[in-house]
Structure formats: structure tokens, C-alpha cells
């Protein structure tokens, strides 16, 4: 029971239920939990509806970042003046604010979806990039010297040894983007828009409703948990195993 993944949850339900009446404390810093989950229940359609949106935003990010920062992973690897010459501006790029980039993509783009899901992609694309390359890095070279004695071409080096050695530390940087891609998601929300979970928790804040804010913080974390442990289970349903 205490390794289900219900138990974490339960457990802080529990928590939250006994701590508010015990130790008296006030709405505006933790409100009881039935107050949460009514005022949840009040606005269901607009969070549904907002739920959606995000998670649009949020996969769409996910897949075109995790894309290109596979590609990018591939490409430095295989040229070491490519990683030499962009790598360095990827992680120059990395140092902007995104709340800067933000404002500039929805500059380019207007308050649309493509803004937001541009936003989630310039948070992904970086870790997926980065663990693709140090993984194809880190195969034993004495592994490939003994594979290319028996005549493996590079495909087959790449296929047998390179991607199945740097396959865990990419899943690695997959669930680290996707989270990432979330938080994209909503912050792009933020500079405008009229659905999505980033607009109700700007709202909530706004209008000091305590809370709604706490049922889009629980509402945010079960959409991430639900990404996560997505890339989890097939993490260990295709790639169970770890290098040396």
C-alpha cells in the first residue's frame, strides 16, 4: 500500500484535513480542503476547458522541443565543430528570463496557441538536447573498437551500441522537459489569453482567491504528474535497462 502511487496524495489529504482545524490556520494561507474542492466543483467547465488548453499547449511544446532537441542531440554528436559552435548559444539562450522570451514571442506571434506552445518549446528542446548528446557520448569506446573489429558499419555502431548506451539518459531529459513544457504553458498564458489554467491562476491571484488558487496549483501538479508518469511507464516498459 505504501508503495502505491495513490499512497503520497492520500496521505497529504490527510494532512491537510487534520492540520487546518488543529493548528487554526487562517484561509489565506491554507484554506480547508473541502472549501478547495468546492470551489473546484463551482468552476468545472471553465477548469475543464482550461485544463484542455494547457495540456494542448503542453504536448505540442513537449513533441516539437523533444523533436528538435533529438536532432540537435544526433547532430552535435556526430560533429564535434557543430556542438562547438552552437551548443555555446543554446546555453547563452537558456540564461534569458523566459518571462523576456515570453514577451517577445507573443510579439511575433500575437496571444495565440502557436505563442504558447513556442514558449513550452524553447524550455524543452534544451535538456532533450543536451542528454541526447552526452548519452551518445558516453558508449565505452572499448566496446566500439571491439564492434568495429568484426566489421560493424556506423549504422550498426549507432543502432546496437550509441543509442540503446544514451536511451536512459534521454528519457532522462524527456521527463525533465515535459515539465519544463508545463511550466512554458502557463507562463505563456500569462501575457494574455482568455482559456487555460496560467489564465485562472492570474485571475485567482488577482481577485485574492485563495482558493482557486490552491485548486489550480492541485489541478497544475495532477497534469504533470500524469505527463511524468507517462514517460515513466514507458521508460520502464521499452527502456528497463542502465548503462555502466
Given at each position: ?49 482550461g485544463f484542455a488548453r494547457t495540456l494542448a499547449e503542453t504536448v505540442l511544446g513537449f513533441l516539437s522541443g523533444s523533436a528538435f532537441g533529438l536532432l540537435c542531440g544526433f547532430a552535435f554528436a556526430g560533429l564535434r565543430v557543430l556542438e562547438l559552435a552552437v ?158
Amino acid at each position: 500500500m505504501l508503495a502505491s502511487p495513490w499512497a503520497a496524495p492520500a496521505w497529504v489529504a490527510l494532512a491537510w484535513l487534520a492540520a487546518v482545524p488543529l493548528f487554526s490556520i487562517k484561509a489565506r494561507y491554507l484554506p480547508a480542503l473541502p472549501v478547495v474542492v468546492a470551489d473546484g466543483w463551482s468552476v468545472g467547465p471553465a477548469l475543464a476547458a482550461g485544463f484542455a488548453r494547457t495540456l494542448a499547449e503542453t504536448v505540442l511544446g513537449f513533441l516539437s522541443g523533444s523533436a528538435f532537441g533529438l536532432l540537435c542531440g544526433f547532430a552535435f554528436a556526430g560533429l564535434r565543430v557543430l556542438e562547438l559552435a552552437v551548443l555555446p548559444i543554446f546555453v547563452a539562450l537558456q540564461t534569458v528570463p523566459v518571462i523576456a522570451f515570453g514577451a517577445i514571442v507573443v510579439i511575433w506571434f500575437g496571444n495565440t496557441l502557436l505563442a504558447k506552445v513556442a514558449i513550452a518549446f524553447f524550455l524543452t528542446f534544451f535538456p532533450v538536447a543536451v542528454s541526447t548528446l552526452r548519452g551518445l557520448q558516453a558508449q565505452d569506446p572499448q566496446r566500439v573498437a571491439l564492434m568495429r573489429s568484426f566489421g560493424a558499419t556506423k549504422r550498426q555502431l549507432f543502432l546496437m551500441l550509441a543509442l540503446p548506451t544514451a536511451l536512459p539518459g534521454i528519457v532522462t531529459g524527456l521527463k525533465l522537459g515535459v515539465s519544463l513544457s508545463l511550466a512554458g504553458a502557463i507562463v505563456g498564458e500569462w501575457f494574455g489569453d482568455t482559456v487555460g489554467l496560467g489564465v485562472m491562476l492570474l485571475q485567482a491571484l488577482y481577485f485574492e482567491q485563495v482558493p482557486r488558487m490552491w485548486v489550480l496549483v492541485i489541478v497544475t501538479g495532477v497534469l504533470g504528474s500524469v505527463l511524468y508518469g507517462l514517460l515513466a511507464a514507458a521508460e520502464r516498459r521499452f527502456v528497463w535497462w542502465r548503462p555502466e
